[in-house]
T-cell receptor, first 112, second 110 residues
């Protein structure tokens, strides 16, 4: 157990809908990153938040957005869902010391 | 697109044998990390090697890094059925963003 939780575990949406995924980081971890992992591939970096501000972004369109809250929780929002958004979404938290990121179990999103 | 590549993509061995996975990357890095993932679940951090290190051990794991060749390898010795999983290399080249390879799917047969 990494101490990072994500909800929901699974989610099914239809094309065009909006979705919010949630992550609860380890206490004291002020950096959270979100990754998208398509089936059979490695995770791809979406963005990172540090102290509630976006601190880096991968090659994802603006319809992917996020929030980080003072209580070490965070959200990933995806608007106008497309079929290719079907994937496992992982959040990872990191403290101020060290380089290790602690991953949650992921949310599997299916877009029909 | 992946900036890291791993080979082989899949590896099947018998329990007790050693498993070697390789990772190559294209940019300069601060460190390289190896993660394990069971059946599409979350990733578990295995080991980190810094760019100024050449080899690192942790239990049955041995990682090497060759920055001149931009490559790393993960060796699992005396493999067990419980080692069956996907293994990913990931590297930091800017800030805290991790860039992952495509992974090696390891199957260890009892």
């Amino acid at each position: 157990e990494t101490g990072v939780t994500q909800s929901p575990t699974h989610l099914i949406k239809t094309r065009g809908q909006q979705v919010t995924l949630r992550c609860s980081s380890q206490s004291g971890h002020n950096t959270v990153s979100w990754y998208q992992q398509a089936l059979g591939q490695g995770p791809q970096f979406i963005f990172q938040y540090y102290r509630e501000e976006e601190n880096g972004r991968g090659n994802f369109p603006p319809r992917f957005s996020g929030l980080q809250f003072p209580n070490y929780s965070s959200e990933l929002n995806v608007n106008a869902l497309e079929l290719d958004d079907s994937a496992l979404y992982l959040c990872a938290s990191k403290g101020s010391l060290g380089n290790e990121q602690f991953f949650g179990p992921g949310t599997r999103l299916t877009v029909l | 697109s992946q900036q890291g590549e791993e080979d082989p993509q899949a590896l099947s061995i018998q329990e007790g044998e050693n498993a070697t996975m390789n990772c190559s990357y294209k940019t300069s890095i601060n460190n390289l990390q190896w993660y394990r993932q069971n059946s599409g679940r979350g990733l578990v951090h295995l080991i980190l090697i810094r760019s100024n290190e050449r080899e690192k051990h942790s239990g049955r794991l041995r990682v090497t890094l060759d920055t001149s060749k931009k490559s790393s390898s993960l060796l699992i010795t005396a493999s067990r059925a419980a080692d069956t999983a996907s293994y990913f290399c990931a590297f930091n080249n800017a800030g805290n963003m991790l860039t992952f390879g495509g992974g090696t799917r390891l199957m260890v047969k009892p």
